[in-house]
């Protein structure tokens, strides 16, 4: 994915043994399409040198504010006009500070300090010693700082350079490169709660066994990375799958569709909107067994009854939050055939106002999928697509369905306050 397409970040770079995620931090950048203009401070210098910075940027370092290769000698208005964003990474101690007071001594706070607050994002990855972190003169920046509009991104907590441990490491720069592209993406569920079930249940036949299925819960996934980055707060409810949970997302591990059930009733009360992505087992042993079942060599076979799950999509949409409009539910339909069909009819039986549906056998663990989206208007397809720039439409979709904060408005409305252009009819005309 080239999520950064277009964008130019100017990274800034001051004092600090993190400068080392600095490097790895530019090739992120560049490889997500982004281009990056290196600027550093003399400390910064002491720690990486300028040819490294330079030879992965690909363009020569900014290192003063007295750089005669720029024709009009104002690097610190150039560079500040042509940012998408700033991004100082590690950004000191001492460099907040010097954010806070609007010092502008080097070309790196002079560039800060100049540039348009309202067109040019400022971005800090704080790095520092534990001590320093938890300073009340740095927690009275940071708080400073963020009054002032800027953004600051969180620390990372364990070993220290110092050899201590604690809170005020850089975060890595994956994860910076996570929380840079989630801060470019539309803010479309901002103030909502979102409570999203992913992968597969597995219910126990015996301590050993168990049935499940071929959900890899990458759908689910993207769709929590999605909502947290349109600026949802994320509660992610887990089946067993082995995938990394998405940055700033509280998650939820289970096994079984009773335990899904249990964690989705809890997490639902405070939820205002709930994505059912989940491939819950329809059906469980009716008595598992607590011990391991052993082949008496007689060659007969254990049978097995079943009693059926809950249905956690149903129960949520019956709830009193969901049909005083409180909580706003969206199914997702895995069938193997008639999409369309299964789909609409697994809406109105569900009782939820928007039904996902998608093929499984063609989705199951790939990182691709295509969508038919069905609510009361009709359906319509999202065509083949990463999983993730299909949960970010999906999400955009979405929000323009949920009622407004004074609910005056229909969903009829809605729709035609964000018609669905990037949609295509469903089936899609042919060429
Ligand atoms: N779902 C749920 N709890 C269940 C079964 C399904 O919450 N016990 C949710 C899924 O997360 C999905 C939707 O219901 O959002 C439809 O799931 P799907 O497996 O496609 O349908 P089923 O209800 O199981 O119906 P069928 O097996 O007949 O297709």
Not at 50 to 76: F, G
Not at 210 to 234: D, L
């Amino acid at each position: 994915m080239n999520d950064l397409a277009g964008k130019h970040i100017v990274l800034g770079l001051t004092g600090g043994i993190a400068c080392y995620k600095a490097a790895e931090l530019c090739r992120a950048l560049l490889k997500e399409g982004a281009t990056v203009q290196i600027v550093m401070t003399e400390a910064a210098k002491q720690f990486i040198t300028p040819v490294t910075m330079q030879a992965l940027s690909n363009r020569p370092v900014c290192d003063s504010q007295w750089d005669a290769r720029e024709p009009n000698n104002m690097a610190h208005i150039n560079l500040s006009r042509e940012a998408d964003a700033i991004l100082i990474a590690p950004c000191s101690a001492d460099f907040m500070s010097k954010l806070v007071h609007g010092g502008a001594d080097d070309l790196l706070s002079l560039m800060c300090l100049a540039r348009p607050v309202d067109k040019v994002p400022l971005l800090i990855a704080p790095a520092m010693n534990r001590e320093m972190w938890d300073h009340p003169a740095t927690v009275r920046n940071r708080a400073q700082l963020q009054q002032d509009g800027c953004t600051v991104l969180g620390v990372g907590t364990g070993d220290q350079a110092c050899g201590e441990t604690g809170d005020g490491r850089m975060l890595e720069p994956q994860e910076l490169l996570q929380d840079v592209i989630a801060f470019f993406q539309p803010k479309v569920l901002s103030g909502q709660s979102v409570l999203v079930t992913a992968g597969p249940t597995f219910e126990a036949i015996d301590p050993v066994r168990g049935i499940t299925n071929r959900s890899s819960g990458k759908m689910g996934f993207a769709i929590a990375r999605a909502a947290q980055e349109a600026g949802a707060q994320v509660t992610l409810v887990a089946g067993p799958v082995a995938l990394p949970t998405p940055r700033g997302v509280r998650r939820i591990d289970v096994q079984s569709a009773s335990d899904m059930l249990v964690a989705c009733v809890s997490a639902a009360q405070s939820a205002s909107l709930f994505v059912a992505t989940a491939a819950v087992a329809d059906w469980r042993p009716a008595q598992p067994s607590d011990q391991k079942i052993k082949k008496d060599g007689s060659g007969q076979t254990p049978s097995l009854t079943f009693v059926e799950n809950p249905d956690i999509l149903a129960t949520l949409a019956q709830s009193a939050r969901a049909q005083n409009g409180a909580l706003y539910c969206v199914g997702f339909a895995a069938e193997s055939h008639d999409l369309l069909a299964h789909a609409t009819a697994k809406r109105i039986r569900k009782g939820v106002p928007l039904l996902v549906g998608n093929i499984g056998p063609a989705t199951f663990g790939k990182d691709d999928n295509a969508l038919l989206l069905v609510d009361a208007n009709g359906s319509w397809e999202l065509p083949r697509n990463t999983k993730l720039a299909l949960a970010r439409q999906l999400v955009s979709e979405i929000a323009g369905r949920l009622p407004l904060p004074n609910a005056e408005s229909s969903h009829a409305l809605l729709r035609q306050r964000v018609a669905p252009t990037c949609l295509l009819p469903y089936p899609a005309p042919s060429p």
